[in-house]
């Protein structure tokens, strides 16, 4: 019978001997990792799951928000050298359109829940910290909805997502190469359950 969404973070707490686990991210099952969140957020952009230095790092949530947050940060490295393959390097793949349109589900699992997205934004965004999808706190719910606003007419792509003053989100970043070399990739996602 399938395990439960805590049964199988805890198998991951065991496996990688690390209670920093807190989640698991799958992306149209093109990505399927486990998740950690730590009290900053340069930690794991150095140290694999298993706490070791690591060129790859880890996925990690941003150590800002919780899984009932308003906007959820996940950040994770990709790289310019093809030998290394992070679980975040498949997000280039929304570099195309074809892909965007056919693979828009995202799924965080945590907390013996699973949080389901549909993808409705792709940003090319600089790397500096005052970059609108790092901006977590808004008082009013209003401020919120113009803020997703933002991200959404941000898109290289059009989308026709409609967003509410009740809308969650999810946000992953990773670097990019190539064309884009020195911009970060943001792909946004709607929570839709």
Request: hydrophobic letters at 30%; charged letters at 30%; glycine letters at 4%.
């Amino acid at each position: 019978k399938p395990i439960s969404v805590e049964e199988e973070i805890s198998n991951l707490k065991k496996k990688y001997n690390n209670n920093d686990v807190i989640g698991i991210l799958n992306i149209d099952d093109t990505i399927y990792t486990p998740v950690v969140q730590t009290k900053d957020n340069q930690y794991y952009l150095k140290y694999s799951l298993s706490k070791k230095r690591s060129i790859i790092g880890s996925v990690f949530m941003d150590y800002r928000v919780n899984k009932d947050s308003k906007q959820i940060n996940i950040y994770g490295h990709n790289h310019s050298n093809k030998k290394y393959n992070p679980p975040f390097r498949v997000l280039e793949n929304y570099l195309n359109e074809d892909y965007f349109n056919s693979h828009k589900n995202i799924e965080l699992k945590i907390d013996n829940e699973v949080l389901k997205y549909e993808i409705f934004s792709i940003v090319i965004a600089d790397k500096v910290g005052t970059e609108e999808h790092m901006k977590l706190k808004y008082k009013k719910n209003s401020d919120w909805l113009k803020h997703f606003n933002r991200l959404k007419n941000r898109s290289i792509y059009k989308s026709d997502a409609t967003l509410n003053e009740e809308d969650k989100i999810v946000v992953l970043q990773t670097c990019i190469y190539g064309k884009y070399a020195g911009k970060l990739l943001v792909v946004v996602g709607r929570r839709v359950n």
